[in-house]
C-alpha cells in the first residue's frame, strides 16, 4: 500500500556531496539506517556540468511539523557528507510506475493534453485518522494475504475492522492513499536473470521563469515519464527547474526520448536555456517513514552521537 507522501510530509529530492570513498558506505547508512530516505541513488554525468560532484541523491520525508533541512544536518554528520542541497517540489507533473508498458513507447510519444500540475499541500489528518494510516501503510506479510487482509490490521490499530475500513475510506476521500500492489523491482534482476530495466535517467531543464508550470505540464505529457516536477536547482545545480526521470534498458533510446521532448519544447515555444542527464547507477528504494513517534525516537537514538560514523 502505497501513500501520497507529498500530502502527509514535508519532503525533499536530497543531493548529497561526499569524498568517492565515502559514497557506498554513506548509501549503506541512508538505506538501512535512516527510514526517513526513501529512493537512494548514485548517481553521474557523461561530462563535468554543474552539481556533478554530486553524486548521492536521495527522496526524503519528515513529519509535517518537522524541518528537513534540520534532519539533514543530523544526516551530514552522520555521514560525514561535504555539503547537501534540498529541492522541494513546487509542482508535480508525473508521479509513477509502469516500466514494463513504457519498453515499447516511441521516442515523442505523448498525451493529447499537457500534465495538470498536482500541488503539494499538506492533508490535515486527526488522530484517529493518523492511527489507521500507521497500522495501514505496511507491507503485507504472507500470513495476512487472505479474505480479509485488514482484520489483524484494525485489531493492531485498537479499532474495530468496520471502522478501520471507514477511516481508510476517509483517508482515500483526502487523497492520501495511492495505489495498492506488488512492488516491481526495476533494477535488481528477477529470479530469471531478467532487469526490467537499465538505466534510470535523471533529466534537469533550465526553462524561462514564469514558463515552469506550462514546460513542466508539456514534460509530464509524455508518458515515458515516470516523475516529473518543479523543482529550483539553484546555483549548484545551473538554476534547472523543471526535473524529470525515465527508465529504460537501452542508453540511446532514453536519449532519444529526451532529445524529442526538448525538441517538442523548442517547438511550441518554451526555450530550453540549459539541460542536463545524471545518470543512476546503484539504487535502493523503500517507502519513506512519516510517523512523528519513529521520528522522535530516531533524533534521541543519534543526538549524542558524533560523526562520522561511517
Given at each position: 500500500?502505497?501513500?501520497?507522501?507529498?500530502?502527509?510530509?514535508?519532503?525533499?529530492?536530497?543531493?548529497?556531496?561526499?569524498?568517492v570513498?565515502?559514497?557506498?558506505?554513506?548509501?549503506?547508512?541512508?538505506?538501512?539506517?535512516?527510514?526517513?530516505?526513501?529512493?537512494?541513488?548514485?548517481?553521474?554525468?557523461?561530462?563535468?556540468?554543474?552539481?556533478?560532484?554530486?553524486?548521492?541523491?536521495?527522496?526524503?520525508?519528515?513529519?509535517?511539523?518537522?524541518?528537513?533541512?534540520?534532519h539533514?544536518?543530523?544526516?551530514?554528520?552522520?555521514?560525514?557528507?561535504?555539503?547537501?542541497?534540498?529541492?522541494?517540489?513546487?509542482?508535480?507533473?508525473?508521479?509513477?510506475?509502469?516500466?514494463?508498458?513504457?519498453?515499447?513507447?516511441?521516442?515523442?510519444?505523448?498525451?493529447?493534453?499537457p500534465?495538470?500540475m498536482?500541488?503539494?499541500?499538506?492533508?490535515?489528518?486527526?488522530?484517529?485518522?493518523?492511527?489507521?494510516?500507521?497500522?495501514?501503510?505496511?507491507?503485507?506479510?504472507?500470513?495476512?494475504i487472505?479474505?480479509?487482509?485488514?482484520?489483524?490490521r484494525?485489531?493492531?490499530?485498537?479499532?474495530?475492522?468496520?471502522?478501520?475500513?471507514?477511516?481508510?475510506?476517509?483517508?482515500?476521500?483526502?487523497?492520501?492513499?495511492?495505489?495498492?500492489?506488488?512492488?516491481?523491482?526495476?533494477?535488481?534482476?528477477?529470479?530469471?536473470?531478467?532487469?526490467?530495466?537499465?538505466?534510470?535517467?535523471?533529466?534537469?531543464?533550465?526553462?524561462?521563469?514564469?514558463?515552469?508550470?506550462?514546460?513542466?505540464?508539456e514534460?509530464?505529457?509524455?508518458?515515458?515519464?515516470?516523475?516529473?516536477?518543479?523543482?529550483?536547482?539553484?546555483?549548484?545545480?545551473?538554476?534547472?527547474?523543471?526535473?524529470?526521470?525515465?527508465?529504460?534498458?537501452?542508453?540511446?533510446?532514453?536519449?532519444?526520448?529526451?532529445?524529442?521532448?526538448?525538441?517538442?519544447?523548442?517547438?511550441?515555444?518554451?526555450?530550453?536555456?540549459?539541460?542536463?542527464?545524471?545518470?543512476?547507477?546503484?539504487?535502493?528504494?523503500?517507502?519513506?517513514?512519516?510517523?512523528?513517534?519513529?521520528?522522535?525516537?530516531?533524533?534521541?537514538?543519534?543526538?549524542?552521537?558524533?560523526?562520522?560514523?561511517?
Amino acid at each position: 500500500q502505497t501513500l501520497l507522501a507529498n500530502k502527509l510530509a514535508e519532503g525533499a529530492l536530497v543531493a548529497w556531496k561526499l569524498p568517492v570513498e565515502k559514497l557506498e558506505p554513506a548509501f549503506e547508512f541512508l538505506f538501512k539506517e535512516d527510514p526517513f530516505s526513501g529512493h537512494v541513488v548514485l548517481r553521474s554525468t557523461d561530462r563535468e556540468v554543474s552539481g556533478s560532484d554530486f553524486r548521492l541523491w536521495t527522496t526524503l520525508k519528515v513529519p509535517q511539523d518537522r524541518n528537513i533541512n534540520d534532519h539533514c544536518d543530523v544526516l551530514k554528520r552522520l555521514i560525514g557528507a561535504q555539503d547537501y542541497y534540498t529541492m522541494q517540489a513546487h509542482g508535480i507533473f508525473a508521479l509513477g510506475v509502469g516500466h514494463v508498458r513504457r519498453k515499447t513507447m516511441e521516442p515523442g510519444e505523448k498525451a493529447d493534453e499537457p500534465a495538470k500540475m498536482m500541488t503539494t499541500n499538506i492533508a490535515e489528518l486527526d488522530a484517529e485518522e493518523w492511527n489507521v494510516l500507521l497500522h495501514l501503510k505496511g507491507d503485507l506479510s504472507l500470513e495476512e494475504i487472505g479474505p480479509e487482509p485488514w482484520a489483524g490490521r484494525a485489531q493492531a490499530a485498537g479499532v474495530s475492522l468496520e471502522k478501520f475500513c471507514e477511516v481508510a475510506k476517509r483517508l482515500d476521500d483526502k487523497g492520501v492513499i495511492g495505489r495498492f500492489s506488488t512492488f516491481l523491482e526495476h533494477v535488481k534482476p528477477s529470479a530469471a536473470g531478467v532487469r526490467v530495466t537499465r538505466f534510470n535517467a535523471l533529466f534537469h531543464w533550465r526553462v524561462p521563469k514564469g514558463m515552469e508550470e506550462r514546460a513542466g505540464g508539456e514534460v509530464g505529457r509524455h508518458p515515458i515519464m515516470t516523475h516529473c516536477y518543479w523543482r529550483e536547482g539553484g546555483e549548484r545545480f545551473a538554476n534547472v527547474n523543471i526535473m524529470g526521470v525515465i527508465h529504460g534498458t537501452d542508453k540511446e533510446t532514453v536519449l532519444a526520448h529526451k532529445a524529442a521532448i526538448d525538441r517538442h519544447l523548442e517547438g511550441i515555444g518554451i526555450p530550453v536555456e540549459y539541460t542536463n542527464v545524471f545518470w543512476g547507477g546503484r539504487s535502493e528504494i523503500k517507502p519513506s517513514e512519516i510517523s512523528p513517534v519513529v521520528f522522535k525516537a530516531w533524533h534521541e537514538k543519534w543526538a549524542g552521537v558524533g560523526g562520522p560514523v561511517i
